[in-house]
């Protein structure tokens, strides 16, 4: 079946440093892949997204490019501060592997913690 | 504001004893879901409604109860908790297939 898999964390960065949390996914059709994350003692927000293979997703400097031949949808962002520490997950959502449900899978959860 | 509102924000509640959580969505999203998250495990699907009547189960459904009886609420019933069912509990809903989730702050549950 469909799955998602993350690095493990925690990742633990200094302030401008820059981040990489892998992403890898298996997925029986042509899924749209997410990033969401979660802030302490909050819900998921998403973080952003693609849709098709080669689109690049944005926002908040975090970046993510799907990537079709490696199955990957790694997230990047040139230069941490500590406001982005939270948890990470990348997701994928794919009708056919899902029977059109329409079904978001998750990965485990990256933990990101930026030092000063 | 759009938003997914679940309640109660904290429960502690005795092994047996059943419990409600509610969930209430003001967009008009005819797709809900409930899912648990646990450490190391990710978000795990426990229910879903693709619209109102419509409800089935995801991957962890055993334990719990849903229904769907208007379009904006989403009710998670435990009718008997065990300790296993201690997690963080998120309900969530989007618009079209393959559109984002939007979630709610998260229901933490604790069964002694």
């Known amino acids: 079946g469909d799955s998602v898999t993350q690095m493990e964390g925690p990742v633990t960065l200094s302030e401008e440093a820059f981040l990489t949390i892998n992403c890898t996914y298996t997925?029986?059709?042509?899924?749209?892949l997410f990033w969401y994350v979660q802030y302490p003692g909050e819900g998921l927000q998403l973080l952003l997204k693609?849709?098709?293979?080669?689109d690049k997703g944005s926002n908040k400097g975090f970046e993510a490019t799907y990537r079709k031949e490696t199955t990957s949808f790694h997230l990047e962002k040139g230069s941490v501060q500590v406001s982005d520490s939270a948890v990470y997950f990348c997701?994928?959502?794919?009708?056919?592997?899902?029977?059109?449900?329409?079904?978001?899978?998750f990965g485990q959860g990256t933990t990101l913690q930026v030092k000063p | 504001e759009a938003q997914v509102t679940q309640n109660p924000r904290y429960l502690i509640t005795v092994t047996g004893k059943k419990l409600t959580v509610t969930c209430s969505q003001n967009?008009?999203?005819?797709?809900m879901s409930w899912y648990r998250q646990d450490p190391g495990l990710g978000l795990r699907q426990i229910y879903y409604?693709?619209?109102?009547?419509?409800?089935d189960k995801g991957d962890v459904p055993e334990g719990y109860k849903v229904s769907r009886k208007e379009k904006r609420n989403f009710p998670l019933i435990l009718e008997s908790p065990s300790p296993n069912q201690t997690s963080l509990y998120f309900c969530?809903?989007?618009?079209?297939?393959?559109?984002?989730?939007?979630f709610g702050n998260g229901t933490r549950l604790t069964v002694t």
């Open positions: 969530a809903s989007r618009d079209r297939n393959n559109s984002p989730l939007h």
């Open positions: 409604s693709m619209n109102v009547e419509v409800t």
């Open positions: 693609a849709t098709k293979a080669d």
């Open positions: 997925a029986t059709g042509y899924p749209s």
């Open positions: 967009m008009n999203h005819e797709y």
């Open positions: 997701a994928l959502s794919d009708p056919r592997g899902s029977g059109n449900t329409g079904k978001l899978i």
